[in-house]
């Protein structure tokens, strides 16, 4: 059975896998899934990770012109102790009609 650490968010549980990390020396979550892009809850919200570049659509909590990255907006929901969080900015969310989406499940 593979390890994997459990985050629900909005009623949807994000599965992340955990791997051994030789340079930490120790289990980690692997990220590998969340470097080609987004992957998507069934709802179809995105999962990132929080050193993303915002998008066009951010809003800043702080509104500091050096906040750039996912985890600095207020649509982002980061999950404890992890470097993923969700999304929930409606004009990111995936329609599924006709776009294509990658789920943790379909990618495992």
Sequence with gaps: MEKANRYIFAGEVIKVPVAWDEALGREAEDYEDYYDGPVYTPAGRPVLLTIEDACPEAEMVDDDPASIDCGSCRHYHQFPGSLLGVCNNEKRR???????????EEMT
């Design 94 to 104: 995936a329609r599924r009609s006709g776009q294509s989406t990658k789920t943790k």
